[in-house]
């Protein structure tokens, strides 16, 4: 799909190179991993979804709208790339989910995972907290060569490209685009 016919809507004339995964791809996908997950879990798991911020924001909405289960929401934010295209391998922890994940089933819920360093700082700091289980979900995958935590569902396996769109930002903008595209 040319992303020409969005220009002078959500892109206000910005240019994208290309729509990566369209809507309906994206609406699909989102449906089948909502059911694989509503199918790996049971009520008594007590589900504890747990949605880093800001980046999956749009995700995790309509993937918690597709699991068919009890489940609460809660949030975690770590500091980001900012204005750079590249991580620092730094990350910090901005806000903790304020939820017990004691004895819980914890999902956490990324856009997209790279290098994979955002996973491995959250990861053992989540672990720390005594969840029953903890599980990713990732709405892209860049790499998957060698990786200590990888993410246990995967949306799509994703380009080696910039991408924004469906809450992945550059810069704060684009996070409204309801497809995925790239810079
Ligand atoms: P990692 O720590 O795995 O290298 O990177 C994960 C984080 O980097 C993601 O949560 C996301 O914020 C950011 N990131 C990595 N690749 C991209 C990309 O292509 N587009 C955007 N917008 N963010 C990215
Ligand atoms: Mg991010």
């Known amino acids: ?6 220009d002078q809507g959500q892109l206000g004339g910005r240019a994208v190179r290309r729509v990566v995964f369209t ?16 199918d790996a ?5 007590r589900l504890l979804v747990i949605g880093l911020l800001k980046g999956s924001f749009v995700f995790l909405a309509d993937l918690v709208r597709r699991i068919a289960l009890p489940l609460h929401v809660d949030f975690l934010v ?4 900012g204005k750079a295209k590249v991580t620092s391998g730094d990350v910090r922890l901005l806000y903790d989910p304020a939820s017990s994940l004691q ?3 914890v999902l ?4 997209i995972v790279d290098s994979g360093t955002t996973l491995r700082k959250l990861l053992p700091r989540l672990e720390a907290r005594g969840p029953a289980s903890l599980e990713v979900c990732a709405l892209l995958h860049k790499r998957t ?3 200590e935590h990888a993410p246990r569902w995967v949306g799509f ?15 704060e903008d684009f996070r409204h685009l309801p497809y995925i595209a790239s810079l």
């Open 103 to 105: 004895g819980r089933a």
């Open 108 to 111: 956490l819920v990324e856009d």
């Open 145 to 147: 060569d060698g990786e």
């Open 1 to 6: 799909m040319s992303p020409s016919r969005f």
């Open 23 to 38: 809507e309906a791809e994206v609406q699909e996908r989102v449906h089948e991993l909502g059911a694989e997950i509503s």
């Open 157 to 171: 396996d994703a380009p080696n490209e910039f991408l924004v769109g469906y809450g992945l930002d550059h810069a």
């Open 41 to 45: 879990y049971t009520r008594d798991d």
């Open 78 to 81: 770590a500091s980001s790339y």
